[in-house]
């Protein structure tokens, strides 16, 4: 919820063609989907296509054996689909694999485990034939983002040990006397205090825990020695100083290393602002050169090395709480302006949907991606709950479709030509299948299909796509994912599912919890309300200053749509929402009595209290017009905990105790214990340790128990079982 920075036909009918080519049982021999099935899922993450397109190495992300994480290994795979993935590296904590030019080695990251805790993860490196994998690094902090020179002689890398780390690395430190001979004041100098001196708003981060400000990131680099060195090469440090810097990227001619930098202490008081600097691969002097007026994402160079390309958003004149995402390109020559390739598309670019089986390791790259001749760039494009990839004309703007379908391109990476990339597809009965892409024509090769068995043996079905009018006739769209053994005509027990955001969007992805409902009996709809993402400018950012309003009464119209179609159930409805979803969650029980019970995940109750304990900051008037205690009628009349006397709806509210984007203490906690008081139906399930991922990336046990406490809440109002976990004692 609340990110800082925001996420056709020929190639469908490829797939298609090739799905059904593949040998399944009858429908007789499936079953169910469980919620146990979470241990079995394999998902592919971070997939690398080598330099000539002719393999591909991919994260490989399963479920521990203890069940309470995941493990990640590299495997690797040909790109003409002559072979299944076959390991490359043993695991259990490897991700981030990178390509030499050449094609002959790969670097990536790895994190050791010391008495039971993982280190720092350091680069290694491995040949492409196979074989061991050797240390490349041994740097205090650890080190990591390695991204090979143009002449694969060089890494660049990214590390946060300050001086004193790398002072106490290489025994330069002066040696401590004799313990009994220690001067109080030596102690104390040595001593490594546990207390924290807070001076900036933003502090921690939801999944990251609380800032260090003396370990800012800054960019080193190695030389990469050849097969067999025995001792380790030296790393050099490039930059330094007090501000987070990252995301290398070489010159053609490897002379020039350039990195994004935040130099703004306090950001959060001003509207984004990004910027590019560069520095000579040796070290030397850091020139600014590139200022943008908005928020930037990872940049691409050109093959000529005369243009950046890179998503991000250009800060409108007033401040917004939805920037929908765009496509820029601008000349690395000094004072040229950026120009939006996307300005006639009202779509997001490099956005994803809302989902709970991305990877939940090993990232999922979306990159800009240059043709070899400069004149084009590719990109993902996530447009009414679809993400396809895209060519821009680089002089025109002229759009042009890459992939086409009912599908999440989830991730992708291409040759440096362009011409060939390896994407991970996902659609709302596959979690995640990797292919290798042709660019020109769109041609998809399948190369690795891991839940493929697993699958063949369950009863999935895809949702059914509707739309329907809200209170004021706006067109909202929204998705059914009903039960395998649905039987038109009869009525069944409703939820109603909210995503989170509040500027995200459902649509043709995996979704476990939308499977799971449905084979527990129950119709779910998920729709995408005023204020979703992938609906244009104008319909994400309809809702500022009025969150939540008429996003929840789209949401209701979606349930009367579904009774008047004698699909649902009147009298079995429920709710449920995570984030976004569950503040919107707690407002809808506030304002009507006709669910038979809710559940709100991760929620807000109270704007103010938010505003004082969120990982970010609403500084800017982009949700309320000023602070609390300025606006504060605003904040009230938009805090479902205001309203809380009407509530009669039995209500769940679950919680990560380690959130920090929507701490309980704002959410959750406030709700419970308000009912308690008022003597109505609720119950509080806490996940300890866990963060504001809890759904999509939280300890796998976790995940399953959230999803029997929400269905055993709905199996409990909605369908009359007997359950007493919920009851009083």
Excluded: C
Excluded at 63 to 71: F, R
Excluded at 235 to 258: A, C, H, M
Excluded at 575 to 589: K, Q, Y
């Amino acid at each position: 919820m609340f990110s800082i920075l925001r996420s056709r036909r020929a190639a469908a009918v490829f797939v298609a063609a090739f799905l059904l080519a593949v040998p399944q049982p009858s429908s007789a021999a499936k079953r169910p989907i469980t919620e146990t099935d979470l241990f079995k899922f394999v998902w592919v993450a971070d997939p690398q296509i080598s330099p000539d397109g002719k393999r591909v190495v991919f994260v490989r992300v399963t479920v521990n054996e203890k069940k309470n994480g995941y493990d990640t290994a590299l495997w690797i795979v040909p790109t003409d689909g002559s072979e299944p993935p076959r390991s490359f590296t043993s695991g259990p904590s490897d991700s981030s694999p990178r390509w030499s030019p050449d094609g002959s080695r790969i670097v990536f990251s790895r994190s050791a485990m010391k008495d039971g805790h993982g280190e720092p993860p350091q680069i290694y490196l491995i040949s492409t034939q196979g074989g061991e994998a050797v240390a490349l690094t041994e740097v205090p902090q650890g080190a990591g983002s390695p991204v090979w020179s143009p002449d694969g002689k060089t890494l660049a890398f990214a590390s946060s040990a300050n001086d004193k780390d790398i002072q106490k690395w290489k025994g330069d430190k002066e040696k401590a006397k004799d313990e009994k001979g220690k001067d109080e004041k030596k102690v104390e100098e040595e001593r490594q205090s546990d207390v924290r001196v807070i001076t900036r708003a933003v502090y921690r981060f939801n999944g990251g825990g609380y800032g260090d400000l003396t370990h800012p990131s800054h960019l080193w680099t190695v030389p990469v020695p050849a097969a067999g060195f025995l001792k380790l090469p030296e790393p050099k440090r490039l930059t330094s100083g007090e501000f987070d810097q990252g995301n290398p990227v070489w010159s053609p001619d490897g002379s020039t290393i350039y990195f994004a930098a935040d130099t703004e202490k306090e950001a959060y008081y001003k509207p984004a602002h990004s910027e590019l600097f560069a520095i000579p691969a040796g070290g030397g002097e850091i020139r600014r050169v590139l200022s943008f007026d908005g928020g930037m994402g990872d940049v691409a160079l050109s093959p000529d090395g005369r243009k950046f390309g890179f998503g991000g958003f250009a800060n409108p004149q007033a401040d917004r709480s939805f920037n929908q995402g765009d496509l820029f390109v601008v000349d690395t020559a000094p004072g040229a302006r950026p120009r939006n390739l996307a300005a006639d598309l009202d779509a997001d670019l490099l956005e994803g949907l809302a989902a709970d089986q991305h990877p939940p390791s090993g990232g999922s790259p979306q990159p800009v991606v240059w043709s070899r001749d400069g004149r084009s760039i590719l990109a993902a494009v996530a447009e009414r709950g679809r993400v396809n990839l895209e060519r821009f004309d680089v002089e025109t703007g002229k759009i042009a479709h890459v992939t086409q379908g009912d599908q999440e391109v989830v991730s992708y990476t291409a040759t440096p030509d362009g011409s060939r990339l390896a994407v991970v597809i996902s659609t709302p009965t596959v979690i995640g299948d990797l292919y290798s892409l042709d660019a020109a024509t769109g041609r998809l090769t399948p190369l690795a299909r891991p839940n493929q068995e697993l699958f063949s043996q369950i009863e999935l079905t895809a949702p059914e796509e509707i739309t329907y009018k809200s209170f004021d006739g706006r067109e909202i769209h929204a998705f059914v994912q009903k039960p395998a053994d649905y039987k038109a005509g009869r009525k069944y027990p409703l939820i109603l599912n909210i995503h989170g955001g509040p500027h995200s969007a459902f649509g043709y992805t995996f979704f476990h919890e939308m499977q799971w409902m449905a084979a527990k009996g129950y119709v779910v709809l998920y729709p995408n309300p005023r204020g979703s993402s992938s609906y244009g400018q104008e319909f994400g950012n309809v809702i500022q200053y009025n969150f939540p309003g008429d996003d929840a009464k789209d949401l209701l119209a979606g349930v009367d749509e579904m009774v008047k179609r004698g699909i649902a159930d009147p009298k079995r409805l429920g709710v449920t929402g995570g984030s976004g979803g569950g503040i919107l969650t707690n407002w809808i029980v506030t304002q009507t009595d006709r669910f038979a019970a809710a559940a709100s995940q991760r929620s807000i109750a109270d704007w103010s209290t938010f505003f004082y304990t969120a990982d970010f900051t609403l500084f800017r008037p982009t949700w309320f017009r000023g602070a609390p205690w300025e606006k504060p009628e605003d904040f009230a009349r938009l805090s479902p905990i205001t309203h809380v006397d009407k509530v009669t709806t039995p209500l769940m509210l679950i919680e990560g105790e380690d959130d920090y984007r929507t701490p309980p203490a704002a959410g959750g906690e406030q709700m419970f214990r308000a009912l308690k008081y008022l003597h109505k139906p609720t119950v509080m399930v806490r996940f300890p340790g866990e963060t504001h991922e809890l759904s999509r990336s939280g300890q796998p046990w976790h995940r399953i128990e959230r999803l029997r406490h929400i269905t055993a809440w709905f199996d409990k109002y909605l369908q009359g079982k007997k359950i007493d976990t919920y009851d009083v004692p």
